[in-house]
């Protein structure tokens, strides 16, 4: 197995290892009568499906009172379903507390941050730090583990089910307590804790350890370290709720790998993702597909596969068609659920998984679409969802290869988003990952690949290095970057960035502070823009939300382009600073992924940064690139809605729907070639 | 007076029994010094007041301790009523719970979904579960009863008042008791309630009833069917109150009739009328013109009549001009208040009342409108409101006729209502209510009278039955709609109609479930459009919010519309399956009032269904017809703002105002002719 | 001293009593090492800073626990700003408490309407009426004084911090405590409360003081009376708190004054500065630009100058550039913070400081700007600071002179602000405030001064007087009013003016009730506008918001405008009734600054009040004029941001700026002008 894939995936039950993507679904057999389960593994296997998480929703089925239990339903489908050749990523069970629990102990329910308690009926209503939620669902996990370690079913655990995803912020006594003994670990004193929260305004010095709360709801703004704080405390908490659950799974069953779905998506903001890679086994993720918003979903697959280390992930959850939860929920287009796959195969996936197999009659995700939709297999969904399976059998060769890694790289750090967008800023309108996005956009209409990583990837990798609003700027990283281009490297990074250190405290002496002298320039004041102001660029482009006045304080420093219009006509609106073989450059404003596209043609320039697709696709086709033993995966996926004859890219079809037309790719189409080594 | 009016009406005292419309207010004398009375009563006579609602906001004054009466003041009031002949329907005064209750017991007070209190201040903070309310309430009822059961001034009971205007949703433990024994009564097991609520899903199944909870702030989505029972059970949790206070009424004054005001009007959702109408003697309602919603007045007016069986009712309460509870409120227009009362009585009501009869100087209505305005008698205000008197006084005849029924009628069913605009849906943009009001609106533009009907009323009685986004369709009113087809009925749904059963579960197979066989037709997922989107349609109009696409599936389904634009292109938009003499229809987009003409169109030809009133003033006039021993009553409104002539429609003038002018409406103004038999 | 300025002002230490005007900020050396203390010191003496506050959020560093006490620190920054010459505002340092305090003492935070805690983590969260808390913050204000009553560097006390900027709405039960006892002393009994709230209706009549409660939330509107004493009392409870501050100062240091910094600016509501104004020795105020609304800062300067009887006053903060707390917080234009500091001293300030000193690294306020930035005093900003410290060493002769009244002044009032927005209203649109900066608007651009003064002000110092929407009128206001009419004044007011009495009881017979008379016109509805709807008027301008039908009943009306548009198209929109040698006007629609301009035009003729400037710079030049014993002093104000010639204007100019460029005012320029009498 260890050659087919990194050191730890599913375990695949009792056949010999062959490589090959895990396909299915969230699996809920509760919902169903028994004669349902059998129609589901006939339909399952017709589908492909060699994979179903299951048990997710399933405590209180399991254990229906504090001392009852009832395994005996989940047996028999853990055991039809090996008996049809379908492995199990099965659940700890513990992600929604069933009612007598909650009903018994309603300490465990969480409190919002103006003491509102979140009440049971939906799902996910129990406090991260509560110690009596993690006696009964410890209790839980050594049950699951016990009884289904060793089923030949098993291919891996699923611990509780997208962390945090409603529970993140608790404001509750069980927080407080857990919060103070984080602060206790990261700040040794009360004295130091003062200090880095510049407790000495706004009369806020604490004297004991017991005198600290929450930012629960105040009278005016919360102290900013101390939000910052309870913000990296609470994905902490989350953490080592799953840490002690993986405990317990890895005293059992040591051979079954762990895993939990993480949700790098969208403004899904609160779990430090980057931070928990290193929590699995190997690395999961939900993603929903956000109204018109496709390059975000290749923006998290892209991420996702980073913080993988570049080994395959699982996608655990995405959508064949409509989801629930938006203001209006649209059934994807002709083509678009196989394209949102192969994107996230393109980046890593090894795995395509669905919530969830059949559509629920009833309950709160009963207008989630799903594998089997309300008008049953008779339907459009279900026959794309067989197209699928058999895509994802001819793309075996596929598994177990990695990523390819890309010239230029993209930092997306969460201690920056977290902080950037804090109440009582120069602008309320900043929105951190939006910028990143732009960027990756603006990468993709340029036609070349680049990587999404975490603050804490290896720059030297890369050539150029994009780091937006990069807000959170500790001395340490501050040194990295400053070593990364005095290698050689080329880093551009944006207003707002290196503003502060790691609790919050600006960096003196103008701005940037943290990155001035890297830079070469100096800024007095901030330059947010009002709503609908907009400055000019001699570039050509025009910028919104701020606008900085430059002064340039280093004679290499380039200006790259300046304002026409604005405070600020006639001086620097982007710069790069030549230092050696490197250079670090700034853009002082947001233009938008229009408007960064003769920017980035700049920095490809300085960086040597060049498209591997030929020129007359750029922007319409994407692309991903696999890497095996002894070939390269190129995934050409069409980012528009018209068809894109491509020309000059060689390799070998993996395919079928490339096959009918050759290298002309329709709407939302996706061909995968393989390139020997 | 059994002759005149239908089983129930008010008991006018002490005078022979003449046909008369009841016309008046709330009367609140506790406001004025003793002084003021006497101005009141003569003003009343003036104006033609005969009845006035009295004692609704009395209870801190009737009972200003626990143990302290004081019924010498309301002895007054009646006597002097009574003695210049106006009658009384006399609350039962519990409307608002005095400050020396709620200071005693805060136990009474709600409890929103978010755990916040709602204090006393304003009016109407009590329970409607609450057994401490309850107890003392019906001590005031008693001694209501007692005191006033046999003064000659007394024509009806009025219980409480405007039951659930503000407290129709408690979260409280009282209601989570209640609505424990509601579901108890409802299911009979905790199994088959989890099978109802479908709480498998989510590890929401419960053990005990008394884990249950009404839908309180959760972490995410409340499970649906619960949110759909705890609306039924609201509804039904006031519908037993009111019951409780008219048994006490009923066991001490056998002989008076009991009522309490609806609210049928605008967007109040609470409270299923249709339901409660079965618990009154006879129906009263309040209604307050929303800015420019003319049509929405005549619906609820007419929805009000239908709940009445077509008996009279009675116009509790609505406005002789501002009221001061909109954004903005306007004076009304000359004549129309004139024409908002006669609307009513055109269809059914025999009562006009406003509220109130002297507008307040202090307290939190002081800037509604009333009968005398802050300026006083001498004002434009009290002199329409004389003049409407002496219009009501001539339209006596018409007192205790019955409502016509129209041949057509629109069906507006509280269960669709609620569900179809629950969370978690594939668009938060629907209102039910909304699309209803057009098709009236569609209606009244075509100048086709249409009747507005509960889902429970005899659909045999129409020719054309149009059931908007009937959402919840249990399998009898499917069964009910199919005979009604198949009896030669034309049935028009639209869509998400037939979508679930009574627990709010998906009928599986294909959309629209209940309906897809009496509709020829099967869609596989849901269509709703982005704000903004808008789709044609080959008969000239356009849709938006949705667009389904429909795969017909019987032979005998006729195209009557197709999509010109959209994702749909070229496929049905509107269609009608033809069974026998009979035919079922829908419409699968949102086409507004305009759009839905000529759709309105095709489907009178198919049915029938022909205008009453000359084409020239269709649109212009709005037809209403009430009908009596020896003839028919027709009301023409004209519903714009400029004057029509009226050609082609004979019978004698009954209203002052057409005789000036012969059959010209002047702008906003109302004729009646009477028409023998 | 007493020469110099009025009875009370700064106690300005060891050195001979001179002419100046204090110059200095907030300083918070609790925030940077001792090192950065003396850097403090040397840049305040190179920017002309002569005072500072000091010890505003201290609390928790004086008394880190309940027992133990550390001046240490602040004896050393007393004597080293001592021994600079720097004399110090001393805050009792209550402002904010410290966490112990409320660890021990949840009971003395705030709650809100919604029974919402305020939590600590931010600042102020107290009680105004919670006992707790007063004992502890007398106990620290005793020890201040105590331990600097006699420091040579004490210049003032500062009670407290800009009280009430975000807890004067408390609904605790310490509130409500205090509400009764409150309310006792206003009404006597219970009786005549409950005449006065107008609790008759909606049952709410009150048997005992202690069932009255704040009002808290309820299910519908709370009583507008009891809304509008929360109010009263509100405001008094904070002011009850400063006088017991000031009682335990005024015992221990007879002979340093007392101040406290209002909030005198924008929607800064709660607080009736007009009433608090008599609790201080000297006026002190905060106020920030809003963006883009220069004018709302000179009216608060002017208003706030007036509050100080037209005494010197004490610019407590203000910010040398962006603040932190709006939505988007631009940096000001060059030239922007003289003009602001200018403008307030044109309006009577002896002092003009900021907040603060220097700007934080870390906490909620350090994107807020300081005389020291980021940046640092190599910096546009601190070079401001300098240079307008020297400015303002050039004014000294200024200090200690007096505002020299306007012929015109504006009636602001709280009273009307608070009911004139209370809830059910004709609209909700209606803004106070706004009307009044209107009329502001519009005198400045017309070039006339004008004061804005209290209610409770003289008004026969005016030949002009305006009271828009004057919607509180007491009997005894509506005689001044007469009174002042009858002496030849002339009187402006507003729709929504006379309407109610103090107990918000509406004068009936017609509108404006108490003002009907003197108006000699009658109204009988009010004449809110929708959203959008504009009526035109014949003097070629068009108004919002409201448009009366007025009827006119006295035969000395004339028509000075009518409505060409609308509902009252051909009836007056804006009347004079001629009385002897007054006048009394009305303007019966919102016209804004814009359309006031003619309107004003004829007012001023009528009352002959002149502008001082030449026109030809109206509109772009303000003036204000300060008057000493030999001289006036004229404050010319380039309003705009173009350049603007001032030709015919004389004197001996001050300040430098002018004397480059002769009397051309450079954008956002103030020129200062000795006038000898």
Redesign the interface.
Known sequence: MAAIHGPRWLRWPSEPARRRLAYGADY?P??WPREVWEEDVLAMRQAGVNIVSLAI?????LQ??ADRWDFGWLDQVMDLLHAHGIAVDLAT?T??????L??AHPEIL?VGH????????????WRPTSPVFREHALRLVRAMAERYGSHPALAAWHVNNELG???VYDYSDDAATAFRVWLRERYGTVEELNRA????????????W????P????????????QLDFKRFSSDALKHYLRAEREVLTELTPDIPVTTNFMVMGDTKGMNFADWAREVDFVSNDHYLL?GERDELSFSANLTGRLANGDPWFLMEHST??V??Q?????K?PGGMVRDSLTHVAYGADAVCFFQWR?????????H?AMV????TD???FRSVVDLGATLEALAPIAGTRRRRAQAAIVFDWDSWWASELD??????LRYRQEALDWYTAFAAAGVRVDVIGSAGEFAHYDLLVAPILHVVPQALADRLTAYVGGGGHLVTTYFSGIVNE????W????P?ALRELLGL??????????GDRVHLDLGVSGTLWSDRIDVTDPDVKIVASYTSG?HTGRPAITTRLAGAGSASYVSTRLGPDGLGPVLAELLAVSGVRPELPEAVAGAVELAVRTGDDADYWFLINRTDESVAVDGVTGEVLRAPCLAEGLTLGPREVCVLRRPH
């Open positions: 809920n509760e919902q929703f399933s405590w209180a089925r229906p009172s069970a992600a929604s507390p069933p009612p007598w909650t009903a969480p103006d003491g509102r308690t979140l009440w049971p009926g939906a799902r996910q209503h995803c409603h529970n929260w510049a407790t000495s305004f706004w009369s806020q010095a604490y004297g004991d017991a005198e600290i709360l930012p629960r709801l105040a009278a005016s703004y919360p102290n900013p370290t101390q109204d068609s409509a629930n939860w203001p209006v929920n649209l059934a287009q559509q629920s009659a009833g309950g709160a995700e009963k207008y679409s939709p309300h008008a049953g339907s459009e969904v009582s800023h120069p602008t309320s309108r609790h919050d405290h600006v003196l002496g103008g701005y502070g100096r800024i007095e004041e901030f330059g947010p823009l009002r709503d405070d």
